[in-house]
C-alpha cells in the first residue's frame, strides 16, 4: 500500500483535505521523525551489550561515544550524559551559575527549566529577528549585579554571534555556556561548535539528525570543569565508597551509546539528505509571496536538521496557523517550533508576566515560523507533495483564509 496518493497533486480549494478532499499521506508525515543508521551495525553493537552484561555506568561504548563526538568536535572533553537536558542542569551547576542568567525566550522550553528547576531565575532576552539568535546588544541591557551567566542557544544549528558574547562575558565577568542542541556538525567561522564559551550542551535526542534514543553530551575545553561534570553525574563518587560532591544521575547508558555510535557513522549522509530536502524545499516555494524557507549560510558547515517557513503576515492573508491545519488534514504533522516562546508558557508566564513587552522579536517570530518535515523519511517525492499543497494555499489565500474563518465562526456557533 502507497502511503501517500501520488496522483492527486492538488490544484483547487476543494481539493485540500481540510475542505473535503482526500488527505495527501495515509501515513503522517512527522517533523522529527528518527534518522537510523546501519540496523546491522546496532544490531551486533546490541548483541555485545548483552554478552558483556554491561548496560550503564561508564561502558565502553559510552567512552567510544564520547571520544567519538571530541574528535569530531575537535575539544578535549566530551561527557556524555542521559540527554540534554539534564546536560544543561549538570553544566548549570558544575559552573556554579546563580542568580539570574540570560537567556533567549526562543528556544526549547528545556534552556529556561534547566535553570528554574534549580532555582535560577532565567531572565528572558529577545532575538535577532533574522538570526532567530540572542541579541548581543539587548543582552546588556538586561544586565543587573545578579547576572552570573549567559546561555546562548544556536538555534537551528546556525550560530550565535559568538564573539560578542564572548566579549560581553569576559568584560562583565558572566559564564558563558551554550546550548547547542540544534547544532552537532555546525561551525561558526569554520570552527567546530563545542568549542565556545565555558561549555556547550548537545542533545542526541530522538528527533535529532543524529540520536541515541535520549542522550546528550557536555562538551568543554576546560580540564576542571570536565572534572565536575563527570562527578555531578554520576553522584559525586570518586571511587567506590567516596563521595566528593552532591551529585545526580545523568549517565548514558550503553544502549544509547550504541545507537549513538551507529548513528554518528551515518551523520554524513543524514546531513546530506537534509541539505537535499532544504534545497528541494527552497527551491519549489521560492517566489511565494510571503513565505520564505530560513537560509543556512554556505559559508559554514551546517547539519540542515530544520526546515523552517517563515510566513509574514505583513505580505500574505493566510497566516501561519492556518497553514499549519491546512497541513495538518493532509497528515503533514508541521510543528510551530518555538511557539509560544519561553515566556508565555508556565511558570514564566505567571512569574514574568510583563516579559512580553521586552521581547518584541521573540513575540513577532514565534508567531510566524514553522517547521516542515525533513530527514531520512522525507524523500523528494513527498516534499514535492507538501509543496504542492503549499503553493494551493497561497495560490488560493483569500478564499481559503474566508473560509477558514467561517469554519471558525462555526465552530464557536457564532454562524
Ligand atoms: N535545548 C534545545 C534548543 C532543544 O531543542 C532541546 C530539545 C533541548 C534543549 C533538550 O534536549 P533533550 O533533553 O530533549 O535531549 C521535541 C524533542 O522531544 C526535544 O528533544 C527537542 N528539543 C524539541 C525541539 O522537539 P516535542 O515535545 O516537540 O516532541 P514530540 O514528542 O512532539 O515529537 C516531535 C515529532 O517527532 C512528532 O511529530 C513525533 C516525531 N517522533 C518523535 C519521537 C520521540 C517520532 O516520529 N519518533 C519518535 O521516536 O519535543
Redesign the pocket.
Known sequence: MSIFREKLMKKKVCDLAIFGGLPAFEV?L?????NIGDRGRLLERFQKILDSRWLTNDGLFVREFEQRIADLVGVKHCVAIC??????EISIRALEMKGEIIVPSF??V??AHALEWQGIKPIFCDIDPVTHNIDPIKIEQMITTRTAGIIG?H?WGRPCDVDALDEIAHRRGLKLLF?S??ALGCTYKRKMIGNFGDAE?F??????FVNSL???AVATNDDQLARKIRLLKNFGFTTYDEIESVGTNGKMNEVSAAMGLTNLESMDEFIEINRRNYKQYAAELAGLEGVTVLSYSEEEKCNYQYVVLEIDKDKTILIRDQLIKILQAENI?A?R??YPGCHRMEPYRSLYPNAHTFLPETERVAAQVMNLPTGQETTPEKIRIVCNIIHTAFENAGEIHMLLEEKQRAARGLL
Do not use: I, W
Open positions: 503522517p512527522h517533523v522529527g521523525r528518527p540527554n540534554g537536558t539534564v546536560a544543561l528556544t526549547f528545556a534552556t542557544v538555534v546550548d542542541a540544534h550542551v542533545s542526541f535526542h530522538a528527533t535529532k535520549e542522550g546528550g504533522l510543528r517550533y518555538f
